[in-house]
């Protein structure tokens, strides 16, 4: 699964406890044989099965998943069996009409169960045709643990079984599964009967079902049949995923040494959204949200085709590492999603080396991870998952970023012939079959030659950032010696607690690169030949902050320009990162700013703006703000002098990328000359929807919403309610949310209890009114609790209104939030809500903390 970010928020899930514990493993299935027909219009289907099932043990009980199902029936070797559900904690318990042998049997059940309005279980998508014809899409989304909300089964990973779908739909629609369907049947009421083959052994959250309008185009990988599926009119938008999929394919297929196992790889665009995910891996069937998947050259930025072909590639890691090997319970998740999340970068970089990916990866991903493992509400990338609750949890980014940096590292570490060859003994060894993490670890140290397990161990098992410190370097018959020490890097005090790591630290100088094993507090010797400028980490694939002192830090700034990008961008981000958390002074922060020339990479510019945007951020709205604000562009000047505010013919991508992050940073600070070019682009949209540039698309259009008047925020509205792509209109439903003047947060307000948008847009437009109005936009959802989580998915309930306050500066907001969790949120919900906490508290200390330092550089 793509993990999914909305607007400024970073959601962590969480969904209603259960008691704790897995499942019995007295009796397991081995196939279902599932029947579902859907009512669309009355939002509600029903269905039926017969579950093989092997008795491990005699019992006169059988306990399994189910969830929302009104079960009608339930028999056991075609007798009628009592049953009871507990709703609480998703089971249902069936009572049999006498013990069962130990041997296969049959289980049987006939229920009733909702379509959903948000992605959760079975579910709807609602959008317009071009021509403004209404249509209804239906999909069904079960990871974690909402399989359960489609039919009863064992809805947990290490439960593997076949399964044979079979769907009734109308005629003139198309269903589609993880397989493909054997002739269709015409049956009365002007239905057909879909028939699915049965998948090979997989875990049910894998399991996938859709149902609509919809066109389907295919390649063919060698005798595999990749094809994209998407409402009707947009098929040709897939092209581009098809052919980043083929590549893939053939990358995937090599990489891990096993085939592809299933006859089919389909690809669906759903035109909705979700508070939580982007796309999903169900197997032979990927499920995606139409931006992560489908291309619309007259709309979309060089980001968004990045964007799309990252997605693809980390959806398509998981039919192999997740799908055909699983983790055996969600303890282990970061299996899967560090795993694929690593593995995205690794084949898009290979596959399209002018991005960069590599070095992109150290100001992105690695920043992204670091800043959230620094802080007191981190947790280990391993954690005891033993409710739903602590399911929905395990989907954030310690799992996702962090998973994928410590797997850089290890590669790093072994080599990356080893790496690969562990993996593929993983795959040849386990596959069909579940995991824990010391298993990949056994494979990984067997092509090593070594243990890495110990290393590993530390971090995966334990939260934090290691912080290494290098002092003394100096020159000594043709080797440069330094002294380093480890503790730990933090961003709060709580944060800082002695922690102990087995750090693969790297250094070089004058081009050769030597490696040592940094463990505690004492200072120990390390060397390297050469007597160039010692840098710490070279390329920086180490998952660590490197702290110099002064001499070393002095040497750095001097030979800044002779750097590998990598470690430009690295030097930048661990000088920020170490002024934030009081380990040295921001000053040398501006010093290593100050000597990025003109000239400088796109990626180091892209940094520099969103780091001089963040420090900013800290002072909105005050006079120390304000003088800062004004410096800062003076700093960034000589980028937008170089690469300017339009498009040009000769871009490279990085370029691309930086201007989209230019135009949009001067927008919101209410630039004029940008203001007034988005308001022209504005005027030329509802003649022609694809005017502005694809390239400056999305920062143009912020920057008029964000400045918007009444007018022109009526105007906005007006071009949503008109748009009938429904991509382009859930767009420009956020926009209508991120208005700097309150009167027109309150007017978006209304929107979010009005019906004219659905429920996932709605959800949508509330995160985004919270990216500028957080303390508007939390009291609104506690005032409306009950609408607000009536557009959610589930498992975003308890994180969702809490999330709303993170941005916030009032110091007032932290009881408020307090307040509302202890009242409405179970004490092993209340995770997200401590991170909201722990977010307003730090950003006011950062600020006091950099203050000196800010001020001294800004002026008086």
Request: hydrophobic share 45%; charged share 20%.
């Amino acid at each position: 699964m793509k993990f999914q970010a909305v607007t400024a928020l970073l959601l962590t899930v969480s969904a209603p406890a259960m008691a704790a514990g897995e499942l019995p493993r007295t009796v397991l299935p081995v196939a279902y044989d599932i029947r579902v027909e859907p009512d669309a219009a009355a939002m509600t289907f029903t269905g039926s099965e017969t579950i093989d099932v092997d008795v491990k043990q005699a019992t006169s009980t059988i306990v399994l998943n189910a969830a929302e199902l009104n079960i009608s029936s339930a028999t056991f070797d075609g007798a009628a069996a009592k049953f009871a559900t507990d709703e609480a904690a998703q089971t249902l318990t069936v009572t049999l009409p006498k013990p069962a042998s130990v041997g296969r049997h049959k289980l049987a059940f006939a229920w009733k169960g909702k379509i959903n309005t948000s992605a959760a279980g079975f579910f709807a998508i609602d959008y317009s045709d071009d021509d403004g014809t209404k249509q209804r899409m239906l999909a069904t989304q079960f990871e974690a643990p909402d399989a359960r909300r489609f039919a009863p089964m064992w809805d947990e990973p290490s439960f593997k079984a076949k399964f044979t779908l079979s769907a009734v739909a109308p005629r003139g629609q198309t269903a589609f599964s993880n397989m493909p369907a054997a002739p269709v049947a015409q049956i009365s009421g002007g239905k057909q009967l879909y028939r699915f083959g049965e998948t090979p052994v997989m875990s049910s959250y894998l399991l996938f079902l859709g149902i609509g309008d919809v066109e389907r185009k295919t390649v063919m990988a060698g005798q595999t049949e990749i094809g994209v599926i998407t409402r009707r009119g947009v098929v040709d938008q897939g092209d581009y995923a098809l052919k980043a999929a083929k590549d893939l394919f053939a990358y995937y297929n090599d990489y891990f040494g096993q085939p592809y196992p299933l006859p089919k790889l389909d690809m669906i665009a759903g035109p909705g959204s979700s508070q939580f995910f982007g796309a999903m891996e169900n197997w032979g069937a990927i499920f995606y949200f139409e931006p992560e998947l489908l291309f619309d050259a007259k709309r979309a930025t060089v980001s968004n085709q990045q964007r799309i072909y990252t997605v693809v590639a980390h959806e398509m890691a998981h039919q192999w590492f997740g799908d055909l090997v699983t983790m055996r319970w969600w303890d282990d998740l970061w299996l899967n999603e560090g795993f694929a999340s690593w593995m995205e970068g690794k084949a898009t970089g290979d596959l399209n080396p002018d991005w960069h990916l590599d070095a992109a990866a150290v100001a992105t991903d690695r920043e992204s991870a670091m800043r959230l493992d620094a802080v007191a509400t981190s947790h280990p990338i391993i954690r005891k998952v033993e409710t739903v609750d602590q399911i929905g949890e395990a989907f954030d980014a310690i799992t996702y970023e962090k998973g994928q940096q410590v797997i850089n590292m290890l590669e790093s570490t072994v080599g990356a012939d080893p790496f690969r060859d562990g993996v593929r003994r993983y795959m040849a060894r386990y596959k069909h079959g579940n995991t824990v993490t010391d298993q990949l670890w056994a494979e990984i140290s067997a092509a090593a030659g070594h243990d890495v397990a110990p290393m590993m161990h530390d971090f995966t098992l334990q939260a934090g950032v290691p912080l290494v410190s290098v002092a003394g370097a100096a020159c000594v018959g043709g080797k440069t010696n330094a002294r380093f020490s480890q503790t730990r890097f933090g961003l709060d005090d709580a944060s800082k607690a002695a922690t102990d790591w087995r750090v693969p630290v790297t250094l070089s100088a004058g081009g050769t690169v030597a490696s040592a094993t940094v463990r505690g507090a004492s200072p120990q010797p390390a060397s390297v030949d050469g007597c160039g400028t010692l840098v710490i980490n070279p390329g920086k694939r180490g998952y660590y902050r490197t702290r110099y002192d002064a001499a070393g830090h002095a040497a750095i700034v001097r030979g800044f320009g002779t750097l590998a990008v990598a470690d430009q961008l690295g030097t930048l981000a661990d000088d920020l990162a170490l002024g934030m958390s009081g380990d040295q002074d921001l000053a040398r922060w501006f010093e290593t700013v100050g000597v990025v020339k003109r000239d400088a990479d796109p990626l180091v510019w892209s940094l520099v703006l969103g780091q001089v945007g963040r420090v900013g951020d800290l002072y909105d709205g005050t006079p120390l703000g304000e003088r800062y604000r004004a410096k800062a562009m003076g700093l960034i000047a000589p980028a937008m002098d170089r690469f300017g505010l339009e498009p040009r013919g000769d871009d490279t991508p990085l370029v691309t990328n930086l201007r989209e992050l230019l135009v949009g940073a001067l927008g919101s600070t209410g630039d004029a000359t940008v203001l007034a070019a988005a308001r022209g682009y504005f005027g030329k949209l509802k003649g022609d929807s694809s005017a502005i540039p694809p390239s400056i698309r999305r920062p143009m259009l912020r920057t008029y919403a964000l400045n918007a008047t009444p007018a022109e925020w009526d105007a906005l509205l007006a071009l949503t309610r008109a748009e009938t792509s429904p991509v382009v209109r859930t767009g420009y439903i956020s926009l209508l949310g991120v208005a700097r003047d309150d009167a027109l947060a309150k007017r978006a307000l209304d929107l979010v209890k009005a019906d004219e948008f659905t429920a996932p847009q709605r959800a949508s437009l509330l995160a985004a009114i919270a990216s500028g109005h957080p303390d508007l936009a939390f009291d609104f959802a506690v005032a409306n609790a009950d609408l607000v989580n009536g557009l959610l998915e589930t498992s975003t309930r308890s994180s969702f209104i809490v999330g709303l306050a993170a941005g916030s500066n009032d110091p007032a907001m932290i009881g408020r939030v307090e307040a509302w969790a202890a009242k409405n949120l179970p004490e092993g919900s209340r995770g997200p809500a401590l991170r909201t906490v722990t977010a307003i508290k730090n950003r006011a200390t950062y600020a006091d903390r950099l203050r000196p330092a800010v001020t001294a550089w800004a002026g008086n």
